[in-house]
């Protein structure tokens, strides 16, 4: 690569680069804050990338998608080949694996756990208990991402806006500990489409699903604060931050002080685990015909 990285070497050294090229990169969900979670990573040196995402590019995207164009859009081209495009045009040599399928296909779980580690960029609490499980189980680093836009009740008014990080490491620190995952919440999202329309019909809180503002300078603070978190761990110029939060009306970043759970099952029970975790009932459950 010559003198591609000169200046990044000049901060963490020539060990801290070549860790960066050994990793493994698991992104899961390449929307907003994924594709440019998918772009930071490609030009810090990531060479090695598993891209999970089943959606298309829509016109929606297009505020906040990094490498979408309108031209996606009427080829109706899906998000993984996006991402693919990109981290190519970035670095040509780069080995990537798209997997256009939903979190819960066994594929996708089967290549995730190959990641040295994961970054979570979804927007529900049902896939990031899956990626959770999943990164505890097989002794996974997972970094989860999320932003949020908080609207008045008219939806006309903003209320505060920001978003956080969290970065679990197995036997650590997880999204549990972290107070970041509603376990009713995510037990309501992993139900078969039988039951969910059942709720409908009879009218069970399942939350509205109206269109979440989004904006693409608050995705690129939130994805780039994950990813130097990363950057931190790997080239081990420090420790990373458990969880990191923030604030858009007051422009500041916090650290969170929250510690593990002394009786946290993910982090306690669930590590190391393997196939013992039985993280594939997840793809079981998704079957039509389960």
Do not use: W
Request: hydrophobic fraction near 40%; charged fraction near 20%; aromatic fraction near 6%.
């Amino acid at each position: 690569m010559g003198n591609r990285f000169s200046r990044q070497i000049l901060a963490f050294g020539v060990d801290g680069q070549q860790a960066i090229e050994r990793q493994r990169l698991g992104i899961v969900g390449l929307g907003g804050i994924g594709s440019q979670v998918t772009q930071a990573l490609a030009y810090l040196g990531g060479h090695n990338f598993v891209l999970v995402d089943d959606e298309r590019v829509d016109e929606t995207n297009l505020n906040r998608l990094i490498g979408a164009t309108p031209a996606d859009v009427t080829a109706k081209r899906l998000k993984t080949e996006i991402a693919d495009r990109m981290i190519h045009s970035i670095n040509p040599s780069a080995q990537t694996h798209a997997v256009p399928h939903n979190l819960r296909s066994q594929q996708v779980l089967d290549d995730l756990t190959t990641c040295s580690t994961i970054f979570g960029c979804v927007d529900n609490d049902g896939a990031r208990l899956i990626l959770m499980e999943l990164a505890c189980a097989y002794s996974i680093p997972l970094i989860d991402s999320a932003s949020e836009i908080i609207l008045d009740q008219t939806r006309t008014h903003l209320e505060d806006f920001g978003g956080r990080v969290v970065v679990c490491r197995p036997g650590d620190f997880c999204l549990a500990c972290a107070n970041e995952l509603d376990l009713e919440i995510a037990k309501a999202e992993l139900e078969s489409e039988d039951v969910r329309a059942l709720r409908k019909f009879h009218g069970y809180g399942l939350g509205n699903h109206l269109p979440a503002p989004a904006v693409v300078s608050l995705n690129g603070i939130i994805a780039n604060i994950g990813v130097t978190e990363f950057l931190a761990m790997v080239t081990e110029i420090r420790q990373p931050f458990r969880k990191r939060v923030y604030r858009g009306l007051r422009g500041i970043i916090l650290e969170n002080k929250d510690a593990r759970r002394d009786d946290c099952y993910n982090c306690g029970y669930l590590v190391g685990k393997l196939s013992a975790a039985n993280i594939y009932r997840y793809a079981l459950a998704a079957s039509p015909n389960s």
